[in-house]
Every structure is written in C-alpha cells, then in structure tokens.
C-alpha cells in the first residue's frame, strides 16, 4: 500500500506542470510538457487526457476527441484520470462520456466517490432511471440515509417527466413505500426527509396521510424549522382536502395571531364561502351544545344561530374586530395600523359583488364608506393605488365622482382663487398622487379635452418641479417622491398624441423624460418609458447605456429583454446589437449550466423539494420565446454583417454555423413566454389596460415574427446545399481543415432540395397568413409590448423579395441539374418570370421608402421615424439578396460551362444558351441599380440627418419655457441627429462592402 | 434570501441575509423587518449563535434600521462592493439566544479585507 501511495505522488509530481500550465491559459506548453511525459511513460493515460484537455482549448476539437477516446477505451480507474476526462467531456458538452467512464469505473472498483461522479454525471444528462438505480446501489455499498433519498427523489423526478400515468400508477406509489420502509424501520433523520415524503404525498393527492404525518411524531420530531409552520401545512392541508369547515376554522385562528397575513385571509374567505354556498351546518357537537340549548326551548333559534356561525355575519365580525385591534393600537400609540384587515374587508365585499349579492352583505350600500376610511389610513402609502385597484370598480359608475371627491378631500389641497396650492410634505404628496391615479384609473382623464389634457399634464410638471424640493437630500439610489407627477404627466401628453396626432407632443414627452431621468437616477418606470419613447422617435444610441443602468441581471434578461431586442437591429445599429444578443445569450447558455450545478448543490444538501422546481426554471428558460428570437437574430445578424469578409464565403460561413435546416430553432408548441408585460407602470382605466387577450394576441404576433425570421435563416443555410459543390471545395487548407472539423449536424434524411421547397412554401404560407391576419396589426398600449417587425417587413414587400430570391436559387439548381434540356423548361419559364418579379418588386420597395428623414405636416415640419427602421429591414433583405444571387449565379455558370463542353463536342450543332443565363444576367445589372439606389437613399437621410438640429425649432414646438427644457431640447436634437447618422453610417457601409459581391456571369 | 452557514464546533454557525429588498411601491410598511424577524426565527430554531448580513456603509437607512432590529457594527470590510469607487461595507451582527454569553457580536476595532472574510 506504501509504495502504490508513493507511486501516486511520483505521478502526482509529474504532472503538476501540466495541470499548472492548463490553469494559466498556457496550452501549447502544457501540450509539450505532456508530449514529453508520454515519450517515457506510455501508459500515463492522465497525460494523455490533459493533451487532449490542452488541445480542446486550443479549439482543436477533433484531435482532442480522438485522444481521449483512445483513454476511454481502456476503461481507466485512477481518480486522477478520471477526473481529468470528467473536465475535458464537460467542457466538450458531452456529460454522456462522463457517465460512460463512471459507470466502467464503478464495475471493477466500485466505490462511493465514483457513484457518487456517476450519480451527478447522470443529474446533468436529466437521466432519473439510472440516476435510481444508481442511488441504490450507492446506498448497498455505503448505507447512507442521503443516497436512499437520492434514489427516492430520482423515482419521483422521473415521474413528473414521464407521461402522466406511469408516474401516478407506478412511479409514485413507488417512491411512497420506498419511503415508508424506511420510516417502519425507523430510520428517518432530517427534516428534508420528511419534507420529500410530504412532496410525494401531495404529488399523490394522498393529503390525508399527509395530515397524519404533519400532526404525528413525525412531524413533530423532525419538522424543526417551521417554515411553513405545521399549523399552516395542517390547514392548507384542509384547504386541499376541501374539508371547509376544518379549514375555516384554521386559517381563522391563524389569522388571529398574524391578522397581516393576506394569503391566510383569502384562504379563510374561500372557506366561509364555500360553506355558505354549500348551505354547510355544524354536526351535532354534543351534550354541551344540547345543554344550552334546552335553556332556550326554542329548537329555531338554535339552528339560527348555529348556521350564522360559519356565515356572513361572523365573518364580516371576525374582520371587524380585527380592524377594531389595529385602531386600538394606533388609538394608544401601540404600533401603525396594519393594512391586511382592512383590505380583507373590502376583499369580503368584493367576492360577494362578483356573486351578485352585495345586498346580503353587511356593510350593503357603504362600499364608498369603507374605500374612504382606507384612502384615508393609507393614502400616504405608494402601494396605496395598487392596494385599492381591485375594489374600485364595485362603487356604481354614478357615484364614481362623489367617491373620489371625498378622498379629495382628504387630500386637504384645496385651490385657492384658482391658484395652485403645492402640497407642503411628503406625505400630502403622496395622498394627492394616489387621489390622481384613482382619478385615472375611473377613466376621468379620458374624459378630458385634449387642451384640458394638456392644461392638467402642465399643472402635473408644475408639481413635480416643486416636488423635487423635498427630494433634496435622497441618494442616488432613492427614487424622487415627484417621479409620478412626471409620469403621469406624460401618460397624459401621450393621450393628447393619440388624440391629436400632434408629433412634436413625442419630443416634448422625451424631453420630459430626460428631464426626469436627470433627477431620479434610479427610477426604472422613467427609464423603461424614456427608452420606449428613444425606441419609437428611431434614436437607439441611448438606449444600451439606459439598458444597462436598468442593472438587469440572470432571469431579468428573460423577462424584460424585449424591451430593446426588437429596436437594436431595427434601428440600424447593428453593432449594438450583437452586443446585446451576446449578452442574453450568455445569460441563456451559462443559466442553464447554473442551474444544473444548483441541482446538484440541491442532492449534496438534501433540499430536495427544490429540485423539481429547478428542472422546471431550467426547462422555461430552454424554451423560452425571447431565447428563440435572440438566437437566430444573432445568426442572421452574423451572416449579414460577417460572411464574405476577410476571405470567408457565405457558403463556407453559413456551413460552419452548424444549422441543421431540417429542423426548427425552437419547438414550437413548447416555447414559453416569460416577457413581464406589466413592467411598466400605468394608471389606465381597466379597459386600456394590457389585458390577458391582449397578451396572447401579442405572444401569437411574436412567434410568427420569430418563425418567420426561423424560417429565412433556415433557407439561408439549406440554400448553400443548392449549388455546384466544387465551389465549396475551393478551400485554403485551414480552412478544410476546419471543415473536417465541423460534425455535420443535418439529420440523416436531409434532403436540401425537399427541405428548401417545404421550407420555402411554409415561408410563404406564414407570410400569407399574416398579411391576411388582422391580429398582425393590433397594437398596445405604450407600456405594453412593442409589436414585432411583421407589419414592417409586409408592407415593405420584403418577404416577397426574400421568397423570390430562394425561388430563383432553387429553380437554377435544378435548371443546373438537368442540364437545360426540354425538361427543364418549365422551370426555365418559371426561373425567368421570378427574375421579373424580384427586379419590380425590390424596385417597388426601394421607391417606397426613398423619403427625406424631415417632412411637411401641414405647416409643420416633422421627423419621419418610420424610414430608418424601413431602410435597415431594406438593407438587410439587399445583403441576403446578394449571396443568394451569388448562388444562383454559380448554378446557371455551372450550365453555360456544361453547354459550351457539349457545343466543342458537337461543332456543327451548337446549341445556343438558354434565354435564362441572359434574363438573369440582365436582372442582376438592374438590382445593382437599385441597390445603388438604396446607398444613395441612405446617404441623403445621412447629410438630412446631419443638418437636423438646425432645424429643430419647428419640429419641436413647447409651452414649456423653463431653461431645463430648453437646454433638454437642444441635447435632444443633437442625440437624435448623432444616432440617425450612427445608424446610417452602419448601414451605408455594410452595404457599400456587399454591393460589390453582385455576381457577373 | 437567506441561509445558515458556519461550523457548530467552532460556533459559527449562523444565519446569513445573502440579500434583502423591498420594491420601491411597499417600502415604510415594515416589511423588511418582517422578513427579518422571520429569518431571525428560523437561525434560532436552526441553533444558531447568530445572524449576519453585509450593507454598504453608504446605506445610512438601511444601517439605521438593522441598528434599529438589534444589530451592531461587528467589523468594517474595506472595498467590499466593486464599483467605481468600490465600497466599504459593515459587517453587521445580532447574537441568538444560543450566543447567551453575546461572544459572536464583540466588535473587531481593525477593518479587514474582504479575502479574510469567509
């Protein structure tokens, strides 16, 4: 044993250079280093893993694979080794090699540490069967409570992910008695234990047995941290079982010790109502009950009173007296008034208003009273608004005014001979604040002129300037008090917009913004709207510097990335957006390794009840719409902006992208929408408000975007497939060698002519559908979700030029194939029609959007914020134009070729070409015209942009005098104009470098 | 978000606040003392000698209240928070009825690095 140790330092000595060099980013020595350890020591199999690891970074993944399968083949068992395959296949993304090694490991040397790497080598493949079987054979080895519970957790895992019925009929009832073994055998020992058992129980709906175990001494023994505390397991329990009156009676006693807990109060109120509609009465309760009863002799009353117990009455007094205790304790200075009882009140008014019987109830006609007494306890509170939305629409519309004139009141600021009286603290503030958002909310701002908007949005600026004054001494991190003056302020001037179509209200609104931006740094409601109002006047430089001061992290980049995703690329700065696609993407990718490790983490720990949780994040995020999207943007933006650079051809680049066209980006009828749609604030009335159709209508319109722009990348690459393949051969060396490289990832049936005809009819079909669908039109509220590009690139034709373009590169590879003879004429006919097509139609979008970026509005002079977005999606369609022409262009000179080898063969008859060579060569001089034409348009908005700000007094036009504003406007004017050109200048050059690549036969 | 972390020999087994927030909507409600009696609860049932937490020393409302629930500057740790500048931070603690003799919150006077802290 002495000397096998002393064996292992020896080696352990030798290869600490290795792993040193590896750790350094040195690769090319620690290759060396290895080379020269294995000239003298063959059989070092760990040396040879760390060459392979060496060369894997150096991005030689081909030889690293083929070495280190040379090792596992061996079936090695030495730790060091194992280890070092371990890393190489993990960063390799190939955890199957891992479990490969283990599980070979473990059947000569089988030893906890290896099934231990087996086990959790087989929690990143998500492969629960084996990971049970596994855990088993774990804990026959080594007994340990936590490798039992890794095999229990594994059974139930693989329940929940297999089809519904195998996990109740078999898997479940499994993981159950694999449990209760070990409790008849007593040998239980933690909490978490019991937590799992109770998870399985749930999952089962056995929530009596559940019961038994939370109230017994199991329960007991081992539920220490309480958290959620037995009484609350015991009556959601009930709840569960919908044993109402059990449940009712728990939560109420619950309720008595935590009267703030409003889950508690929703619980108690879906029992008591329950009850009543079940016309539920309590049994017999014995010879108690029967005592008083006969004092009474009266067996009616008695049944009164026993109903009414679990009725209205008792639950409209046992609120009360909760409301009772916390105005005794303000009365004695105790403690602050909690805000849950009184919301349970009105929670209790509104449940029987939705069942029609509002009458019944005990404060019948005092909905008004008791939104009052809350306004006035709580109106100081920013959470006030949001507090009382629910309830406000129970008072009638008539009595709407009233109601909110009461609370008015209490605002205490009064006008005084019509001069505006500012509130003179934080809190009168913030009461006048919440009195305006109900005013919005009960639709009374909708009620106004567009001048009377107008008037009250100024008096709101006013109110915010004063207001700042109290903020005087917040940090940066501290929102203003005022921000929501600002805000609504500009809700107010954005109705006015809408009303009026007047553009120059946009400019005020950004100005605004900026404004408030300036003072409250931190405010993510006036950056969120700042941004959306950048986005929508065509500015996109301000954007990535707000974005990122929005500090948006991990799942945030999920939820609220739509925010900016759309505008990058459609704003023309193409830049910035591989920025921000590389940003989410990473937060994709890395994410889900994340969570992977927390799985882990979660089976070491024995927090077992958070690991289906975690599969489930992990499974949302990998299906997730905004992931979709983001990824192919980034693949098309890479094939826009980077092939046909530095000696890479669209073909050899599109190949190494590894896009399989067979095969869809997401799966669609899996893709989820995590977008927080509600992010941005808004006071609306109901009815403008984002509602759940207005979400799905939103979700639908996205999805065809992101199919759509699926379905073009995937033509994209199936149309390199469509070519004489000795042009792809035509390779440097390096680059062959790359080549060779690459696992050629299209499945085993791929066909690219079947699957770019399917891919190109369900291009067009979608296409159709869409112009078709009045959906596709629909849009949001301005806090909503931005519509994606779908109308743009329709009206802009653009879709008809792209499908055009995939008819002419399909229809010349065939022409190519059948070598011109009578056969193909057909398709000849057809090829030569599209040329036709494409040229007018391209023409047609080119005429469309050639605008001056300044245009007359009647007297005025407004900004056209819809040609830049409509240049770029032209632009871009141009470039993928190009290389698709390029392509058709090789199969139609892979012809003429073949024909004038035929015409030598026989000179008398030489066949003359086909009129399609010249239709086609005359189509293309003709796109290059027009995409001359497009570089001539994006240079004149340039220089239109350049001039911008001298023309800004009469594209801006302002009541608002104040230096603030004027000094906002003139940085405004000069942002706009340095963006646009920005924007131009991106655009103008890249299509000035792919002009050139238009093909000549 | 919270957890108990530490070795029980060596008694430093205790809660740590990993972080704590409040949407700016629901502040000066008392949530975040809520949340901490709850995490407070918890480290006690867990045995714990003590509870934990880090906050910028720039933070005067949030350092205000934590003074406020009990708790003491234990140490100051210099540049704790990358930023540009960084920033120090107080190393806050509150004993448990475990710690009855208080030993976890006796004050260290030399500020450390944030490489000393575990």
């Known amino acids: 044993m002495a000397s096998h140790n002393h064996e292992d330092a020896v080696t352990e000595r030798r290869l600490k250079p290795i792993y040193d060099n590896l750790d350094n980013g040195n690769y090319k020595v620690a290759m060396q280093s290895a080379d020269k350890l294995l000239?003298?020591?063959?059989?070092?199999h760990c040396a040879k893993v760390l060459k392979a690891?060496?060369?894997?970074?150096?991005?030689?993944?081909?030889?690293?694979?083929?070495?280190?399968?040379?090792?596992?083949?061996l079936k090695p068992t030495d730790e060091p080794t194992l280890q070092a395959l371990s890393i190489c296949f993990r960063e390799m993304n190939k955890v199957e090699l891992i479990v490969e090694i283990f599980?070979?490991?473990?059947?000569?040397?089988?030893?906890?540490?290896y099934y231990t790497h087996l086990f959790m080598a087989l929690v990143r493949l998500e492969d629960f069967k084996r990971q049970q079987q596994t855990a088993m054979s774990l804990y026959k080895l080594?007994?340990?409570?936590?490798?039992?519970?890794?095999?229990?957790?594994?059974?139930?895992m693989q329940a929940l992910n297999s089809d519904n019925s195998l996990g109740q009929k078999m898997l479940l009832p499994l993981a159950e008695r694999m449990v209760e073994k070990m409790i008849k055998e007593e040998k239980l020992e933690g909490e978490s234990e019991v937590n799992l058992y109770l998870m399985i129980l749930d999952l089962l709906g056995k929530h009596e047995k559940a019961l038994e175990v939370v109230g017994g001494t199991l329960g007991k023994s081992l539920l220490k941290s309480q958290i959620p505390s037995r009484d609350e397991r015991i009556a959601e329990l009930f709840f569960k079982m919908q044993k109402w009156d059990k449940a009712y009676q728990a939560f109420r006693e619950m309720l008595i010790k935590s009267p703030d807990n409003w889950?508690?109060?929703?619980?108690?109120?879906?029992?008591?109502?329950?009850?009543?509609?079940?016309?539920?009465?309590?049994p017999d309760t014995g010879s108690e009950e029967n005592a008083t009863s006969h004092e009474d002799c009266n067996n009616t009353n008695k049944e009164e009173s026993q109903t009414t117990d679990y009725d209205l009455p008792e639950m409209a007094a046992f609120i009360s007296e909760r409301i009772a205790n916390e105005e005794e304790k303000v009365r004695e200075k105790t403690g602050k008034a909690l805000r849950g009882p009184y919301l349970a009140q009105l929670e209790l008014l509104l449940r029987l208003s939705t069942q029609g019987k509002l009458e019944e109830g005990p404060q019948a006609g005092s909905i008004e009273d008791v939104l009052v007494r809350y306004f006035g306890l709580f109106a100081d509170k920013t959470c006030c608004f949001s507090d009382l939305t629910p309830y406000l629409y129970m008072v009638p519309e008539l009595e709407r005014r009233s109601c909110l004139q009461r609370m008015e009141e209490l605002v205490e600021l009064k006008v005084n001979d019509g001069a505006m009286v500012y509130a003179t603290s934080v809190k009168q503030l913030q009461r006048h604040l919440t009195s305006l958002k109900i005013s919005r909310f009960y639709g009374f701002h909708d009620a106004l002129s567009s001048e009377e908007k107008g008037n009250l949005a100024s008096e709101l600026i006013k109110r915010y300037k004063e207001g700042l004054s109290f903020g005087k001494g917040l940090l940066d991190t501290d929102l203003q008090y005022s921000d929501e003056y600002l805000l609504m302020a500009v809700h107010l001037l954005v109705d006015v917009w809408h009303d009026t179509e007047d553009e120059s209200v946009l400019?005020?609104?950004?100005?605004?913004?900026?404004?408030?931006?300036?003072?409250?740094?931190?405010?993510?409601?006036?950056?969120?709207?700042?941004?959306?109002?950048?986005?929508?006047?065509?500015?996109?430089?301000?954007?990535?510097?707000?974005?990122?001061?929005?500090?948006i992290k991990h799942m945030q980049q999920d939820t609220l990335g739509y925010n900016a995703l759309k505008y990058a690329k459609s704003l023309g700065q193409l830049s910035s957006a591989g920025q921000f696609y590389n940003s989410t993407l990473r937060f994709f990718i890395s994410g889900r390794r994340e969570v992977t490790e927390y799985m882990i983490a979660s089976y070491r720990f024995g927090t077992y009840e958070k690991i289906p949780e975690f599969l489930n994040f992990s499974t949302k995020i990998k299906h997730s719409l905004h992931f979709a999207h983001t990824a192919i943007e980034k693949k098309l933006l890479d094939i826009l902006k980077e092939s046909e650079k530095e000696g890479k051809s669209f073909t050899e680049f599109v190949r190494n992208m590894e896009i399989d066209p067979s095969q869809g980006t997401a799966e669609w009828d899996k893709v989820t929408d995590q977008r927080d749609l509600n992010i941005m604030v808004s006071w609306n009335p109901p009815h403008r408000q984002m509602s759940a159709d207005d979400k799905a209508v939103s979700l639908r319109q996205e999805t065809s975007w992101v199919k759509l722009r699926d379905y073009l990348l995937r033509l994209l690459a199936v149309s390199i497939d469509l070519q004489p393949q000795t042009s792809t051969h035509a390779l440097t060396e390096s680059q062959n060698n790359r080549e060779k490289n690459v696992v050629d990832n299209k499945g085993d049936n791929y066909n690219a002519k079947e699957s770019g005809k399917s891919l190109l009819q369900n291009f067009e079909d979608l296409l159709q559908a869409c112009s078709k669908d009045q959906e596709t039109r629909q849009k949001f509220p301005i806090q909503g979700p931005p519509t994606p590009l779908t109308i743009e690139y329709l009206d802009g034709n653009l879709g008809t030029v792209m499908a055009l373009s995939f008819h002419l590169v399909q229809e010349s590879y065939k022409i190519n194939e059948a070598v011109a003879d009578e056969s193909s004429q057909s398709i000849q006919d057809s090829f030569c029609k599209h040329c036709e097509k494409l040229k007018n139609t391209l023409q047609e979008s080119l005429k469309r959007s050639r605008r001056g970026l300044v245009r007359d509005d009647g007297e005025k002079r407004v900004l056209d914020r819809e040609v830049l977005t409509e240049l770029t999606l032209l632009t871009e369609t141009s470039v993928y134009l190009v290389y698709l022409l390029g392509i058709?262009?090789?199969?139609?000179?892979?012809?003429?070729?073949?024909?004038?080898?035929?015409?030598?063969?026989?000179?008398?008859?030489?066949?003359?070409?086909?009129e399609c060579i010249g239709t086609f060569q005359s189509m293309v001089e003709d796109i290059g015209q027009i995409i001359a034409g497009l570089q001539t348009a994006i240079r004149e908005l340039e220089s239109n942009a350049k001039s911008l700000d001298k023309n800004q007094l009469t594209l801006t036009y302002s009541r608002d005098q104040s230096e603030e504003f004027a000094e906002g406007e003139s940085e405004l004017w000069a942002t706009v104009s340095e963006s646009y050109q920005e924007s131009l200048k991106e655009l103008s050059e890249l299509l000035q470098s792919k002009q050139e690549l238009l093909p000549n036969l | 978000m919270g957890k108990s972390e530490g070795s029980v020999a060596q008694e430093t087994w205790h809660g740590h606040v990993t972080a704590l927030t409040v949407a700016p909507e629901y502040r000066r409600l008392g949530l975040a003392a809520k949340m901490m009696n709850i995490l407070e609860e918890v480290s006690d049932r867990k045995q714990c000698f003590f509870?934990?937490?880090?906050?910028?020393?720039?933070?005067?409302?949030?350092?205000?209240?934590?003074?406020?629930?009990?708790y003491t500057v234990y140490r100051r740790v210099l540049e704790y928070y990358s930023g540009d500048p960084d920033e120090d931070a107080f190393d806050m603690r509150k004993a448990l009825s475990r710690d009855k003799e208080m030993k976890s919150v006796i004050p260290v006077k030399e500020p450390v690095r944030p490489e000393d802290v575990e």
């Open chain 1, 39 to 44: 000239k003298k020591h063959r059989d070092l």
């Open chain 1, 53 to 73: 690891l060496a060369l894997l970074r150096l991005y030689r993944v081909q030889e690293c694979e083929t070495l280190a399968m040379t090792v596992v083949a």
């Open chain 1, 103 to 113: 599980s070979n490991a473990v059947k000569t040397q089988p030893s906890e540490e």
């Open chain 1, 142 to 156: 080594v007994p340990k409570n936590a490798f039992y519970f890794w095999g229990v957790i594994s059974a139930v």
């Open chain 1, 263 to 282: 889950l508690y109060y929703t619980r108690y109120l879906t029992s008591g109502f329950k009850l009543r509609e079940n016309g539920w009465k309590p």
């Open chain 1, 507 to 551: 400019w005020r609104c950004l100005i605004l913004l900026k404004i408030g931006h300036k003072h409250s740094q931190s405010s993510h409601h006036i950056k969120l709207l700042l941004m959306r109002f950048y986005c929508m006047a065509g500015v996109f430089t301000t954007v990535p510097s707000l974005y990122d001061g929005l500090d």
């Open chain 1, 888 to 914: 058709a262009c090789r199969n139609l000179s892979g012809l003429k070729n073949k024909i004038s080898k035929r015409n030598k063969k026989k000179k008398n008859t030489p066949k003359p070409l086909p």
């Open chain 2, 51 to 70: 509870v934990d937490l880090f906050v910028r020393v720039s933070n005067e409302i949030a350092v205000d209240m934590y003074k406020w629930l009990g």
